[in-house]
């Protein structure tokens, strides 16, 4: 199985890890890539692995469901997501167990098809990965009790062609693409929720700094939510251009220390090791440690060295900078 650390600089994901390649997945992906896996650009130093993907026309899928939330549809994402798997596993390839997620699991802006990040190297894919995307398709009230359930059933078990057949009855079909018509309502909905949450924004200063982001996945069978720490406020275009990090770790340390610390805080009043966030399955807490600044979350400022549970959106202060917490 590969570790792979992951890096947001704007509109670029850059993953980083060791790991061998293999030649013939490597010249599908470069000569025949199925439209399903993200292009990238691959920088090899001896057995050092950097993977660059260009996310300038794609959203995350969790990033997608946040924005839209009821008007997106959950059951045409899931057959798209089960086509896009359905497509990669045809041409051998199967996405990594730890990208399978959905902050790194995309959807194009405008075509509004999945798309996974598959890699030319070995890696853990055991059944079941589209099932641990359903808790974020559920968000958009598609599916009812019963159907859920059974949907649930047949995606732990990679059953596509029965969860097909329950998903377009009476017969299977291949999800279509939307007419020009949906797709200019799609990107005014996104443009209309960005300007919203834009224009209700308070006025957050940051000072032109570069960041070094870097969490190891997990690489644990058992499904583990995932926190997101961005500068821009969820669901604008400063959210997805500005710094981004992923939670993908039981303890992440943020501080001055780029040596000791998971999250670098480029601020003279933040500490070298200033604050931790701590995952317990599906709950954040976050913990001073001791700051001469504080922390400050929602506007009320945290007690040094006790834990306090993180709510799924929160915004946070470390020293005088900000960033906005959630959670999928």
């Known amino acids: 199985m590969s570790a792979w650390t992951v890096q947001r600089f704007g509109s670029e994901l850059v993953l980083e890890g060791r790991g061998d390649i293999d030649p013939h997945l490597l010249n599908i992906l470069l000569r025949h890539?199925?439209?399903?896996?993200?292009?990238?650009?691959?920088?090899?130093?001896?057995?050092?692995l950097v993977f660059i993907f260009d996310l300038d026309h794609f959203v995350s899928l969790g990033q997608y469901i946040h924005v839209l939330g009821r008007k997106a549809s959950g059951r045409a994402l899931l057959l798209s997501l089960i086509e896009a798997m359905q497509t990669l596993n045809e041409h051998l390839l199967w996405p990594d167990a730890s990208l399978a997620?959905?902050?790194?699991?995309?959807?194009?802006?405008?075509?509004?098809?999945?798309?996974?990040?598959?890699?030319p190297v070995a890696g853990?894919?055991?059944?079941?990965?589209?099932?641990?995307?359903?808790?974020?398709?559920?968000?958009?009230?598609?599916?009812?009790?019963?159907?859920?359930?059974?949907?649930?059933?047949?995606?732990?078990?990679?059953?596509?062609l029965k969860a097909i057949e329950l998903l377009s009855p009476p017969r299977v079909e291949t999800v279509k693409k939307p007419s020009l018509k949906d797709q200019i309502k799609h990107r005014l909905l996104l443009w209309q929720y960005q300007i919203k949450a834009?224009?209700?924004r308070k006025s957050v200063t940051y000072d032109d700094r570069e960041f070094e982001i870097t969490a190891?996945?997990?690489?644990?069978?058992?499904?583990?939510?995932?926190?997101?720490?961005?500068?821009g406020l969820p669901g604008t275009v400063e959210e997805e251009r500005g710094q981004k990090a992923f939670i993908l770790v039981d303890e992440f340390l943020v501080g001055r220390d780029s040596q000791r610390v998971d999250f670098r805080l480029d601020d003279e009043r933040c500490g070298r090791i200033h604050a931790r966030i701590i995952r317990?399955?599906?709950?954040?807490?976050?913990?001073d440690l001791g700051s001469t600044n504080g922390t400050i979350v929602d506007g009320l400022k945290l007690?040094?060295?006790?834990?306090?549970?993180?709510?799924?959106?929160?915004?946070i202060q470390f020293g005088s900078l900000v960033y906005y917490f959630t959670s999928e």
Request: net charge neutral.
């Open 101 to 119: 997620t959905p902050g790194l699991v995309f959807i194009h802006k405008v075509k509004q098809t999945a798309h996974f990040i598959a890699l």
């Open 280 to 287: 317990r399955r599906d709950l954040f807490f976050i913990e």
């Open 216 to 231: 190891p996945l997990s690489e644990s069978e058992e499904s583990q939510a995932i926190g997101i720490l961005s500068e």
């Open 303 to 315: 007690p040094k060295h006790r834990e306090v549970r993180l709510p799924e959106q929160a915004k």
């Open 124 to 160: 853990y894919h055991p059944p079941g990965m589209l099932h641990a995307l359903l808790p974020t398709l559920e968000k958009t009230g598609d599916f009812s009790a019963d159907k859920l359930k059974t949907i649930s059933e047949l995606l732990a078990t990679d059953d596509y």
């Open 198 to 200: 834009h224009l209700q």
């Open 33 to 48: 890539r199925p439209q399903a896996s993200l292009p990238f650009t691959l920088l090899k130093e001896r057995d050092r």
